[in-house]
């Protein structure tokens, strides 16, 4: 017998791991999954649902989403609460890459706009906006820029002229957390942070231009701004080093700090600390640090790609009305009070591959918003659909407002080498009318489709649990990657 054999229907898209699977679980495990991911679904990661489950303080369930594997002792794709009173802190459960996100821009352009520049739009794109391993971006930063950057986020870059001062009406957190404090990041994070930004990194990270190719809400597409075959562009990036370091440092601090406070933990790799001690709130104003970073990142690259298509299509920005839908993030915690079983609870809500999805009338969505829910952005892989979704009370009253957040891995990097051919991809990315420049041959096979989940079905799962409900899908014209 498999741990998966425990696992029970609740009813169609939802199961549960039962508490009583494991002495030490505080909660129970929820999976929201079909049965074909079911089926396919890593002992690992249902493990990992488990340990999470053990933890103090976490409150009601240990939750897997539908695009959920293996991580870094949360799985990816998973949701956790922790009661403030008596909850705890851990880094895994954000990961390394604090802040990755996804950013939506929209514009009053079509296919016919844009057909005959395409080459032109791309190796623009590509130009202005750095990727790669270590790439560095184009701005130098002094250590006082760096500290305002983490402490102001989006804030910071559009006063330093990177976008407009509306744009931070409709990102997550107007793209600032005030409670951040460089303070508590490192000298070696700032470092690493400080070459690096306003530029894309690598891996899964991309920047696509899209069209809308399908809507399903006519009403809720119509408050984001959304008409069939609009051209959007969107980006998925993070805070690249400087998040990294900042995860590094602290799972440091945090693997003696839970042996110090006595806390019995199923996996080392769920260092923590109690979420009212100096480690865990050191621990989460750095990382709200690194979530600034991370928004003034994305910020900075879509002023470049507002200059790329000004470049290439001679027109401004503000004609081309290429005003951002919104930006998400998908790995982060946050302080949240939520509504469970008729009461208010405060909560520290880690989300790590996993979208904030909230339903209407919460005030933290912008008031254009508000009456029909946040706004969810699905990206899918190189050369697949992305979509975008509302929040829902469902997800408000099941999942902590949250849902899925992409496709998720289902080949290792190394494994997907060795078994696709970068030039068999890019080939059929072409038949089907898709262009790709990257900056390395391994990165396009590292990123190949069937490397990942089936991101409809992913979507299908969410929207069918009710987790976030389907808006529109858009389809790549072009995507670069570093």
């Not at 340990?51 to 240990?62: Q, R, T």
Request: hydrophobic share 35%.
């Amino acid at each position: 017998m498999t741990i998966k054999d425990e696992i029970k229907k609740i009813r169609d898209n939802v199961y549960e791991i039962p508490g009583s699977y494991n002495k030490m679980m505080r909660a129970s495990g929820r999976l929201y999954i079909d049965d074909e991911i079911l089926e396919n679904l890593e002992d690992g990661a249902v493990k990992q649902i488990v340990n999470v489950a053990c933890l103090p303080g976490v409150y009601k369930y240990s939750i897997g989403l539908p695009d959920i594997h293996f991580g870094y002792g949360f799985p990816i794709g998973g949701v956790a609460a922790f009661n403030k009173r008596n909850g705890v802190v851990s880094p895994g459960g954000v990961g390394f890459d604090i802040n990755c996100g996804v950013r939506l821009i929209k514009s009053n352009l079509t296919q016919d706009d844009i057909k005959e520049h395409l080459d032109e739009l791309v190796d623009a794109l590509f130009k202005n906006i750095p990727s790669g391993v270590g790439s560095k971006g184009k701005v130098k930063l002094t250590n006082d820029d760096i500290n305002n950057v983490l402490d102001y986020g989006a804030q910071w870059a559009v006063e330093n002229g990177y976008g407009w001062a509306e744009d931070l009406e409709v990102l997550e957190e107007n793209g600032r957390i005030e409670a951040a404090d460089s303070s508590e990041v490192s000298n070696k994070a700032k470092k690493r942070g400080i070459p690096q930004l306003g530029s894309l990194g690598s891996g899964n990270h991309f920047l696509e231009i899209q069209v809308v190719d399908e809507i399903y809400d006519e009403d809720v597409a119509s408050v984001y701004g959304l008409e069939k075959g609009m051209i959007v562009i969107m980006i998925h990036s993070g805070s690249r080093g400087c998040g990294h370091q900042i995860c590094s440092d602290y799972l440091r601090l945090m693997d003696k700090a839970y042996k110090n406070y006595k806390i019995k933990i199923a996996d080392r790799q769920l260092a923590c600390a109690p979420i009212d001690s100096k480690e865990a709130n050191s621990y989460l104003k750095a990382m709200y640090a690194a979530a600034n970073y991370a928004w003034a990142n994305r910020q900075m690259m879509t002023h470049w790609i507002r200059q790329s298509f000004e470049e290439v299509l001679n027109k401004s920005a503000k004609d081309m009305e290429m005003n951002i839908v919104y930006d998400v993030a998908h790995n982060i915690a946050k302080e949240e009070t939520h509504t469970i079983d008729g009461r208010e609870v405060d909560l520290v809500v880690h989300r790590k591959g996993a979208t904030r999805a909230f339903g209407p009338g919460r005030a933290e969505i912008p008031l254009k918003y508000r009456e029909v829910g946040q706004p969810v952005l699905i990206p899918g892989t190189m050369g697949t659909a992305s979509y975008v979704l509302h929040g829902t009370q469902t997800a408000m009253d099941e999942t902590f407002g949250s849902t899925a957040h992409g496709a998720g891995r289902v080949l290792s990097r190394s494994k997907a080498k060795k078994d696709y051919n970068p030039d068999d991809i890019v080939d059929n990315l072409e038949s089907e009318g898709i262009k790709i420049k990257a900056t390395s041959k391994n990165v396009i096979a590292e990123e190949a489709p069937g490397a990942y989940k089936d991101v409809d079905s992913v979507v299908k799962v969410s929207h069918d649990a009710g987790i976030a409900k389907l808006v529109a899908k858009v389809k790549p014209l072009a995507v670069t990657k570093g």
